[in-house]
């Protein structure tokens, strides 16, 4: 475990706390902006074993953010990619690789095998899709966005409490915070996954404190950061 030493030397890790890290399960959905960095960081840090989803290519325009590509890798899936580099960075590690769209029908197939979620993706659909079935499921979601240079970022269902859907009640009517049309800058995705790989940390540790019902807000530009709560809300029976 010489690898994790400097990390092993902090009181909230040690030998348990990194036995912990090589036990883990975590499903990453979405190898893009977010998930390239979220995965960077679990792969060094000896998360012992990751399930990739994403059934998107490689575009040329991904690459000013997502850092595990190369112009060799334009129109090859992303995941499969992100398996590749991930094995070079720390062979140790178990890697799942799901190149199906995460949807209604398969979602809680890819993610019960795994103990925690994060959400990387860049779509409103996507994002119910998970939550609703980490609900399900009773897992914990670290969820992460982007917005030119903003970001948020927050923790559902963790000790099945606070979903996506007590923040954000309904899906917009159209999809306006899509970075395709926004833009955003690759350095605003590496502090928001930074923080939402921090967040997994503190759930594996079980320390710290977790961003269970509030979300964090980043303005990059002017440097503000803003923390805010929100309640559990009623929702129908169905």
């Keep these: 475990m010489m690898i994790y030493q400097r990390q092993m030397v902090l009181d909230e890790v040690g030998f348990a706390g990194q036995t912990k890290f090589k036990e883990a399960k975590i499903a990453v959905v979405g190898a893009g902006g977010l998930g390239c960095p979220v995965l960077i960081y679990l792969a060094t840090s000896g998360i012992g074993n990751l399930g990739i989803i994403d059934f998107d290519s490689i575009s040329q325009h991904n690459l000013h953010r997502q850092i595990l590509f190369t112009r060799e890798d334009i129109n090859r899936n992303k995941a499969e990619v992100a398996f590749e580099r991930l094995k070079i960075i720390n062979p140790e590690i178990n890697i799942n690789i799901y190149t199906e769209r995460l949807n209604e029908k398969n979602a809680i197939r890819i993610l019960t095998p795994y103990d925690i979620i994060i959400d990387g993706s860049d779509n409103f659909e996507t994002r119910y899709t998970v939550s609703d079935a980490c609900e ?24 099945g409490k606070y979903s996506y859907r007590d923040l954000f009640h309904n ?17 605003t995705c590496s502090v928001i996954a930074g923080l939402m790989v921090n967040e997994v940390y503190k759930v594996i540790l079980q320390t710290g ?5 509030k979300i964090l807000q980043i303005n990059l530009l002017t440097m503000s950061f803003n923390i805010f709560s929100f309640n559990k809300i009623q929702r129908p029976k169905e």
Aim: some cysteine; glycine content about 10%; hydrophobic content about 35%.
């Design 171 to 187: 899906p917009p009517e159209n999809d306006a915070f899509n970075c395709s049309i926004t833009g955003v800058m690759g350095s």
């Design 209 to 213: 404190d977790v961003l269970s019902g």
């Design 136 to 159: 399900a499921l009773n897992k914990p979601l670290v969820s992460g966005s982007i917005y030119k240079f903003e970001g948020q970022i927050s923790v559902f269902n963790y000790n």
